[in-house]
């Protein structure tokens, strides 16, 4: 036997061990045994800790694709959500940035006002102070190196209409350096 049909009977051995391991593992989960480790929450279990929460269909806005889901609101605060399994978009799954969005929202560390580093040290400040210094700060850069020395970057959180916008923008600014996060 050469040594290229040597690796190769070791790649078929391990991709079938690999299956039956697979197979073993879900045959479990379904069984007997399964019962013990894979456990269906009630409702009432799931609503122990949120008995007041109202139930809310919408849609995850961390990108354009729409994927529903249920929010759960309690007193004006987003406390737990469920993927909406009658979605015609989703259709019951979600991504994980998505199944992560509730965390991100009740974050302590998630920016919910305009901030400015002031003798090093980060300061609040309001929207117009922020969006004043912004775009002077702009206009400076493009006097002095030239609408090309900036460089505008798209999201996939944009609508078709708000990419459009985007567009003009830079072009009205006068340069056409726009590219979008997708390449990251």
């Known amino acids: ?8 009977n070791a790649r078929r051995s391990f991709l079938k061990l690999s299956a039956l391991a697979s197979v073993a593992g879900v045959s479990s989960a379904f069984g007997n045994e399964g019962e013990r ?5 009630s409702e009432a ?6 008995p007041d929460a109202k139930r809310v269909k919408t849609i ?12 759960e609101v309690q007193d004006g605060v987003w406390v737990r959500q469920e993927v909406a399994q009658d979605h015609p978009i989703s259709q019951g799954g979600h991504c994980c940035k998505g199944a992560d969005l509730i965390d991100r929202a009740r ?7 305009p901030l400015e580093k002031v003798g ?5 400040t309001n929207w117009d102070s922020a969006m004043d210094k912004v775009s002077k700060k702009l206009l400076e850069i493009r006097n002095e190196s030239g609408p090309d020395a900036v460089m505008w970057i798209g999201s996939a959180k944009l609508s078709n209409e708000q990419c459009y916008y985007l567009r003009k923008f830079s072009a009205f600014f ?7 996060c997708n390449r990251v």
């Open 1 to 8: 036997m050469s040594e290229a049909d040597n690796r190769r």
């Open 37 to 41: 480790v894979i456990k269906k929450a």
């Open 45 to 50: 279990e799931l609503r122990e800790n949120f």
């Open 60 to 71: 995850c806005t961390h990108c354009s694709v729409g994927c529903g889901i249920i929010a």
């Open 107 to 113: 974050s302590e560390t998630r920016l919910r006002y």
């Open 120 to 124: 090093g040290q980060w300061q609040r």
């Open 174 to 180: 006068g340069t056409n350096n726009l590219d979008h």
